[in-house]
């Protein structure tokens, strides 16, 4: 099942720069990570607040891309550069199920759509994230597997927001997306709890 974390190898290669200043500046993986969470809580504040004016949704495809890569760095930074902890293994599932929620939150500020299926969504990505770390504890891979993982939120909801900006999408057909990406969300939990039994099998 492709999932838009396959392409993450690539995209890291592009970052190696920035992570090598980053480095030099004395920029530590923690630091990163709670950078990443914070804008996330600023922008949904910023967003939230100006949800009537549909252009202000422009604002979370670009910060979406903007925390892929801070999300990606904290991890090379980590691993690169010997700054892996116990504390930034916690603050990095954390501050990302964090952003998710503040993220996600916004679209209930918006009249057409269901209040109660946007926090549907949002427990569901929480335990689209919970799957992937019981793999740990059953002796598998922490696992990332898609079709809707952290990557895939990002990418669909950066392009319903910028259809929001951009008055291209419906604001009545958000429902039934949201619907979807529900199906999906549920599909990824039992893709990651399968992957993961079958990786202790092997």
């Known amino acids: ?22 480095y030099k500046a004395n920029i530590t993986a923690n630091q ?6 914070l804008g996330s809580i600023a922008i949904a504040c910023i967003v939230g607040i100006l ?21 990606a760095i904290d991890g090379m930074l980590a691993r690169e550069y010997q700054q892996k902890s116990n504390l930034g ?15 996600l939150l916004i679209f209930t500020q918006l009249h057409e ?7 549907f969504v949002v427990l569901l990505s929480i335990l689209t ?19 809707m993982g952290k990557s895939d939120r990002a990418f669909v909801f950066g392009m319903i927001s910028l259809g929001i900006a951009t008055y291209l999408l419906p604001l009545n ?15 990824t939990v039992i893709n990651r709890v399968r992957k993961g039994m079958q990786e202790i099998q092997k």
């Open 1 to 22: 099942m492709f999932s838009i974390y396959q392409l993450k190898p690539k995209f890291q290669s592009q970052l190696r720069p920035y992570v090598e200043g980053l």
């Open 32 to 37: 990163v990570t709670l950078i990443a969470c």
């Open 51 to 71: 949800a009537s004016y549909q252009w202000i949704f422009c604002l979370i495809p670009i910060w979406m891309f903007i925390r892929m890569a801070l999300n």
């Open 89 to 103: 293994a916690y603050l990095n599932e954390i501050c990302d199920v964090i952003s998710d929620c503040a993220l």
């Open 113 to 119: 759509i269901n209040s109660n299926l946007v926090i």
């Open 129 to 147: 994230e919970y799957s992937g770390i019981l793999g740990i504890m059953i002796g598998a891979s922490r696992r990332y597997d898609g079709p």
């Open 173 to 187: 057909w958000l429902n039934t997306l949201l619907w979807i990406i529900s199906f999906l969300l549920i599909y």
